[in-house]
């Protein structure tokens, strides 16, 4: 069978045209066909046996690799100095990685990451087809086992023919991005809000570049890709992007929108387009083109509330409630024992906030204040910060357990099947206390709960220009923007006892003339009469 | 150019009443083009303010900043004519506006007579040359000039104090508007002064005004037909 019968037989079964798309269909422009290699026509034991295979030819795609996060998990910021990244962060969500190596690595790309012992200078434990896969039939599963209660979800998956997936390799499409991505946080769209699994084939309307129909971009089509390293990220973002593109080949450092549409992306000289390009300098692409995030039918988890998990039915047993019903039809829990209680968003109307790109983290290490909400992440901005401008964000709300002693986050122990797991004992002292341990850190020996609040930048599911914000989305009132405070805004603001004045002088002026007439008019006719 | 240097008149014979186009027609075409205009920039702007909501904001700016660009055309223009005209002479200061003020506040109601009369040469009373010479010289300025530096705002919006400015120049902005305003409502109250409320309206639509002419004037129209009259 040759490459272009076997990509379109590709295309047809998953209902996707061309290179881009939900899982990239190897490409008939590629000078090599992986299908024909006898290094591939074997039968191979594992994915590690997989990888070897494919550096063979790719010499030097393990050392690039080992360098991304996707591979480190580790992330040293530039500017802050904090060391981010799964490996050591928590979040508003599961809370942390560390302690739940093999649940959480289902989503890590490699192979056997089950614990602290995970040895990353090993190239074949690279997982090169969660991404080049171009089947749709590969996939990963938790790398320790966890409660059998958990593992039931993994469970009933058709095997994987490994060497048919190796013969079919390809750049990534949004949905290898996605088998990750789309499902941060433990489900599909639970985390980012703007990205879910709608977007594997997306409509137009949901976003202009991914629009299957159309453009179809792939995720690397903006998160362009140089020796395995991916341009754009959440913790060190681009908040503004003066420089624009880079003409010819297009700058290849930077996802932000400017590096495509430039610094003055709304075209000729109309004095629509004049003024909106004189928005660019202080509002982000992204908050008027994206008007609300999870508008796929997919709904993305607004609150989470550990604080209610582990509850068990008359039968002593874990249950849920799946009380929300998302746009395309699907049940969503809004209880579940091993995670708590959740609320659930769709069209999501964004939080607005000046944004210099700088994300700083609340760690394990840092004391907090429990009276008042804590965030896991804060970022700084304002109106006369030039690096800074306004973006839009996903603020998510949570309630998640703290050292009520040192008042500190903590690392929970979820995953696993020793006996201090909390997916399984719904024991929160025990699961506490063997996190701290596990991760090293100083453990007061009581907890609590304490409200948390987590800003995830909206950057996808980019509105067609027609369903962009109006002007008086923002020039208002009661606008988009209100809350924003420290500048003049046109049609926001006001100015006070100035425009009481304005006003009475305009009253004032128009009683004067009505009394001034009136009595024109009645002393005329008494004049008259005389 | 025929001097009549006496108040209220001429000094060369018995005058005699005339319809005389006082109001050329570029005098007028301005001060209508300038009334709309400023109506409708007035609207605007109030919907801008945030006064009112009938129309979105999109439309607003848009109306208004070509409304505004149109009126500083034809305040450009009009500067030049009333500069090559000598027009602009009629607004300098005038003596006798206590009287002016007087009538308007006690005399037009007791009905004594306007204390001015209306000429050739001084088409103005001593009160509406200094609030004309406020509009022009205070008002317009002000909202013109802040109207201008809002309009170029992305030229210096990069700027750390941008924001100070761009709050200040709305600020003068608006209350020089709100001046304009009360300006406006002031003014169209005062065109039903006149012999009967609609004289001074049909006045500056036709340019056309029945004033006291000297013999030499009418004599000095009549061969140089520089004037209309009827």
């Not at chain 1, 210099?356 to 896991?376: N, Q």
């Not at chain 2, 223009?77 to 308007?104: A, D, E, M, S």
Request: contains cysteine; proline residues 4%.
């Amino acid at each position: 069978m040759g490459v272009v019968s076997r990509v379109l037989i590709l295309a047809i079964c998953l209902g996707v045209a061309g290179a881009g798309g939900a899982f990239a269909a190897v490409s008939a422009d590629s000078t090599a066909d992986h299908g024909k290699f006898d290094e591939l026509k074997q039968p191979f034991a594992d994915g590690r046996e997989v990888t070897k295979a494919c550096l063979k030819c790719h010499t030097e795609a393990g050392a690039h690799f080992m360098k991304s996060i996707h591979w480190t998990w580790t992330y040293e910021h530039p500017i802050t100095g904090q060391t981010l990244g799964k490996k050591s962060l928590i979040n508003a969500f599961c809370g942390n990685a560390v302690t739940n190596w093999g649940g959480c690595t289902s989503c890590h790309a490699g192979y056997g990451w089950a614990d602290d012992d995970f040895d990353f200078s090993d190239q074949t434990r690279i997982d090169c087809l969660v991404c080049h896969d171009t089947t749709g039939t590969y996939y990963r599963d938790p790398q320790s086992p966890g409660h059998p209660a958990c593992d039931r979800m993994f469970a009933d998956k058709a095997p994987i023919d490994l060497a048919k997936v190796a013969r079919n390799v390809g750049l990534p499409g949004r949905a290898n991005c996605g088998s990750c991505h789309f499902h941060g946080g433990g489900g599909d769209g639970v985390k980012h809000g703007d990205l879910d699994s709608s977007l594997i084939a997306p409509a137009r309307a949901l976003d202009v570049h991914m629009d299957a129909e159309g453009l179809n971009f792939a995720c690397t089509e903006c998160h362009v890709t140089r020796r395995h390293l991916w341009a754009g990220s959440r913790y060190d973002v681009r908040a503004v992007d003066p420089e624009g593109t880079g003409l010819p080949g297009l700058r290849r450092d930077v996802a932000t929108c400017e590096s495509c549409h430039g610094d003055s992306p709304h075209p000729d000289n109309s004095l629509r387009h004049l003024k909106l390009n004189g928005h660019v300098d202080r509002i982000a692409c992204q908050t008027c083109h994206i008007p609300a995030f999870a508008r796929g039918g997919v709904a993305t988890k607004t609150v989470w509330d550990w604080s209610t998990a582990g509850r068990l039915n008359e039968k002593g047993e874990p249950y849920k409630i799946e009380d929300y019903h998302q746009g395309d039809g699907q049940h969503r829990d809004t209880y579940i024992t091993i995670k708590g209680g959740f609320e659930w968003g769709e069209n999501v109307v964004p939080m607005y906030a000046w944004f210099d790109g700088v994300m700083r983290y609340t760690t394990a290490d840092d004391g907090i204040d429990p009276s008042v909400p804590v965030e896991i992440n804060h970022f700084e901005g304002s109106h006369d910060n030039p690096r800074a401008r306004i973006w839009p964000f996903k603020e998510m709300r949570s309630k998640q357990p703290y050292d009520s002693v040192n008042n500190t986050l903590v690392y929970t122990h979820l995953w696993g099947r020793d006996d201090n797991a909390f997916w399984g004992n719904y024991d929160w002292p025990k699961a506490i206390a063997a996190g701290m341990d596990m991760a090293g850190k100083p453990y007061g020996g009581q907890f609590d709960f304490v409200e948390t609040r987590m800003y995830w930048p909206i950057t996808h599911m980019v509105a067609p220009k027609e369903d962009a914000l109006a002007c008086d989305q923002c020039h208002a009132a009661d606008g988009r923007l209100a809350d924003l405070s420290g500048f003049y805004m046109p049609g926001r603001d006001h100015f006070g006892w100035v425009d009481i004045a304005g006003y009475l002088a305009l009253v004032g002026a128009f009683v004067g003339v009505l009394l001034h007439g009136l009595m024109r008019v009645v002393l005329k006719s008494g004049r008259r009469e005389q | 150019m025929i001097g009549l240097r006496k108040r209220n008149g001429g000094n060369a014979g018995a005058p005699r009443k005339h319809d005389v186009m006082i109001y050329s027609r570029y005098e007028r075409f301005w001060h209508w083009s300038q009334a709309g205009l400023i109506f409708v920039l007035f609207f605007t702007g109030l919907g801008l303010h945030g006064t009112h909501d009938l129309l979105d904001f999109e439309t607003a700016a848009t109306i208004h900043t070509y409304a505004a660009l149109a009126l500083i055309v034809l305040w450009v223009f009009t500067t030049f004519w009333n500069f090559t005209t000598g027009q602009w002479k009629q607004y300098l200061f005038k003596q006798g506006i206590y009287r002016v003020i007087r009538f308007y506040a006690y005399g037009i109601l007791v009905g004594e007579p306007h204390p001015y009369k209306k000429s050739l040469q001084r088409k103005q009373n001593a009160l509406q040359s200094l609030a004309y010479m406020t509009f022009m010289m205070a008002i317009g300025p002000a909202l013109w000039s802040t109207g201008f530096i809002y309009l170029i705002y992305d030229l210096w919006n990069g700027y750390a104090w941008s924001s100070e400015i761009l709050w200040l120049v709305a600020l003068v902005h608006t209350v020089a508007a709100f001046a304009m305003g009360a300006f406006v409502i002031v003014h169209v109250y005062m065109t039903t002064t006149g012999k009967t409320p609609l004289h001074y309206v049909k006045t500056m639509i036709t340019g056309y005004d029945r004033i006291e002419l000297s013999e030499v004037e009418e004599a000095y129209i009549r061969e140089t037909g520089n004037v209309e009259m009827k």
